[in-house]
């Protein structure tokens, strides 16, 4: 089966997936916060954002798991898989325990003596860290084997189990409606059994279908070297990550309490969800690139991040047109009453989460390459940047949208760094990048905004919110497939489905 084939295969398995995720993952979200109400629901929000701060030595390793494995499967080199599948998983066990070691130290002390929670609560949040942290181990240990499974592109795996994922949350939803105790304990409990039946799900599956997956202790020094240092590498990158993300989640809760952090809670549900149309296309295609990279093919290494930087930022534009020129009316649609501060959080994260889509097949090309050193210096600095300024924007102005704003500026200026990188590692043609993507992106979206701003707020000549979704979709859509798609591209799409390719 040709590289395209697989790439439109496994692109339709993970939206089957994806769906399913969604839908249960925007449902559950609404009885969530209907069950535990906006104070506990941040409560669990900002509890659970201090465990993930402590993941960025997983993080950093899972993505040199994933690298290394795809690298030798393009190489066709399965002893070296078996080895790297052995090493990684034994690194995986030792950040489990660093981990859990740093989470029932410094994590514990900041829940009970930093975070501004209601004092009520506190014997609740306490239990919720716990069972976070439990997630958060299994989710460690688990990462080789997942890992696994991506890089030999088994993505209707993810599908199938999806169906039993969907149902233990709709389940454990369910039970939370009837119970009658603690609400916000019950939840967390909950949480931690489904996923650790997800898990052990993936991991019997990776057993039975791949011999590398049998675990033999060895040691090579070398080697343990090599992939302590690429990950060490993406170490500072993930911490900015993580600085970024949870990092903005504790500025909020220092200066404006967990209602807003429940705004922001629900903001990243609705990034992860939109951004799910993304992620399972690059989830498709990344495995390729680095494959294509490790048989010495940089044309077309090159050609897959070109393409799949413009697909991603479409396909994430396309999710989010509707959303932007009806925010307050989906979230109620969804939430009921919605807690404040969640539109403009929604409109101003999604706009960051466009700009990085565009980064993020960079990002893979350069992990490819296994040439990250300055790459992450200079990027992960910026990123890291998010946190003091946010901090500094939060004090001055009192206003909690300054994080986003914070975000979306160097996002932009990382997109440009990482193309220099590039260009530098990777022979990255810039003026093709930037013909192809960048000022079409720009074009496809003065033809779509102008257009629908005039039609639904100057004008205000269609009032009906679900007349102004449906406008939505079409219109961009088509504008999408008919300007921001050239003829070869558009023809490959055809040919991907092609019963002849």
């Known amino acids: ?32 916060l209907e069950q535990l109400g906006a104070s506990d629901y941040g409560v669990y929000s900002i509890v659970g954002g201090v465990v993930t701060m402590f993941a960025f030595f997983n993080s950093a390793m899972s993505s040199a798991t994933q690298r290394y494995m795809a690298y030798d499967l393009g190489k066709n080199d399965k002893n070296r898989l078996q080895r790297t599948f052995s090493a990684t998983l034994t690194i995986h066990f030792g950040i489990a325990i660093l981990i859990l070691l740093l989470a029932e130290t410094i994590g ?20 919720v860290y716990q069972f976070s942290v439990a997630t958060s181990l299994i989710e460690i240990i688990q990462v080789p084997y997942d890992a696994l499974i991506i890089s030999h592109e088994r993505m209707n795996v993810y599908a199938y189990i999806s169906i039993l994922e969907a149902g233990l949350r709709l389940g454990a939803v369910f039970l939370l409606i009837f119970y009658g105790g603690d609400k916000l304990i019950a939840y967390a409990v909950l949480v931690f059994l489904s996923l650790l039946i997800i898990r052990l799900t993936y991991q019997v599956y990776c057993r039975k279908h791949f011999a590398e997956s049998k675990y033999k202790y060895y040691y090579d020094k070398a080697y343990y070297r090599e992939l302590i240092s690429y990950s060490g590498w993406n170490l500072f990158g993930n911490i900015a990550t993580v600085a970024r993300g949870q990092g903005l989640n504790l500025v909020l809760n220092l200066f404006f309490g967990t209602i807003v952090n429940a705004a922001y809670g629900l903001t990243l549900q609705v990034q992860g969800a939109v951004n799910l149309f993304v992620a399972n296309f ?32 479409f ?45 993020r097949p960079l990002m893979t090309g350069a992990q490819a390459t296994g040439k990250i050193k300055w790459y992450q210096i200079v990027v992960g600095s910026l990123m890291f940047l998010n946190l ?13 949208e300054v994080v986003f704003y914070t975000i979306i500026s160097i996002n932009i200026l990382s997109l440009l760094f990482r193309l220099w990188f590039l260009y530098k590692i990777l022979s990255f043609n810039l003026k093709i990048f930037f013909i192809e993507v960048i000022i079409r992106v720009v074009i ?28 939505a979709f079409g219109y961009s ?12 591209e558009f023809n490959l799409i055809k040919s991907l489905f092609s019963k002849d390719n």
Request: overall charge positive; charged content about 15%.
């Open 1 to 32: 089966m040709s590289s395209s084939k697989i790439i439109a295969k496994n692109t339709i398995f993970l939206y089957i997936r994806m769906f399913l995720v969604m839908g249960v993952t925007l449902y559950t979200s609404r009885i969530v």
């Open 108 to 127: 514990l002390w900041y829940v009970n003596h930093k975070l501004v929670l209601p004092p009520k609560r506190l014997l609740a949040a306490n239990v």
């Open 282 to 313: 690059q989830k498709a295609v990344n495995p390729q690139i680095i494959k294509a990279y490790s048989q010495n093919d940089l044309r077309r290494t090159n050609k897959l991040i070109f393409q799949s930087s413009k697909f991603s930022f």
């Open 315 to 359: 396909l994430l534009f396309f999710i989010f047109c509707p959303i932007l020129f009806n925010t307050e009316f989906i979230l109620k649609l969804w939430l009921k009453t919605p807690p404040l501060y969640t539109t403009s959080f929604v409109q101003l994260g999604l706009i960051g989460t466009l700009i990085e889509s565009i980064s």
């Open 388 to 400: 003091p300024i946010s901090f500094l924007w939060s004090q001055l102005t009192k206003k909690p």
């Open 444 to 471: 496809v979206l003065c033809i779509i905004i102008l257009p629908l701003v005039y039609l639904f707020n100057i004008g205000n000549f269609v009032s009906n919110d679900f007349v102004k979704i449906v406008i």
């Open 477 to 488: 859509g088509m504008v999408i497939l008919f300007v921001g798609i050239n003829r070869r």
